[in-house]
């Protein structure tokens, strides 16, 4: 299901825009990722953002429904042996640590928790929204664990307002520091998480429930 037309605020407290963000391929058709370690977060990290470095960009874009190759990295996402989850359901925004992250709509904060191992969200928050009856769930994924002592169950939030930060590794989850966003229409009984990444015989349901982001982030 598509997204209605609204105005929002920035994510990052900026519009992203091609002068300031490069898109990152973490498919199978980036050659480069063979000579990662990606096991190795330090290793990792220098990847990322030594390319950020070198074409002086401030942000890093990792695209939706990407089928990627990176998740090989974490058992996290085998879930079984015949269903290993590499399509990526939300947007990724590579950015330094401590970076500020902004609510792009009016809601409530619906949960958070941190989901700890190693792959994993770290500390993670969900945000409820009321779009004229239908509610819309935002998820802000691989924040500081410093951020989860701003939250408080049912408090609201406007656009604009400072919600999280961006965590470091090893408390994100052990990513190279990055704002992993996902728009979700049902939240079922999930608290504080829901999956972010899909198999390719789930997609179907995961196209529908998790809208394409791109309306609330403007670059694409």
Known sequence: MSL???????????????????????????EALAEVNLSDTVAFNAF?????QASSK?????????????????????TTASSFRNIHL?????????????????GKVHSFQDNKGFGNYGPTLILSHDLGGKTLYSLYGHLSSAS?????????VEA???ICEIGPFPENGDWPPHLHFQLIWDLGHYWGDYPGV????DLDFYRQNCPDPAPLIGIF
């Not at 209605?4 to 980036?30: K, M, V, Y």
């Not at 990322?48 to 950020?52: D, E, R, S, T």
């Not at 989860?148 to 408090?155: A, K, Q, T």
């Open 4 to 30: 209605p037309n609204f105005s929002s605020f920035q994510l990052l407290g900026e519009t992203l825009t091609p002068t300031n963000t490069l898109p990152l391929d973490f498919t199978e058709a980036n």
């Open 48 to 52: 990322v953002f030594g390319q950020l």
């Open 58 to 78: 401030k942000y890093g874009i990792g695209g939706y429904l990407e089928k990627r190759a990176i998740y090989r990295r974490s058992e996290v996402f085998a």
């Open 90 to 106: 939300g947007v990724d925004i590579w950015a330094a640590a401590g970076s500020s992250v902004y609510a792009p709509l009016p």
């Open 148 to 156: 989860l002592s701003w939250f408080e169950v049912g408090r609201r």
């Open 160 to 162: 604009g307002e400072q």
């Open 198 to 201: 899909a198999a390719e015989k």
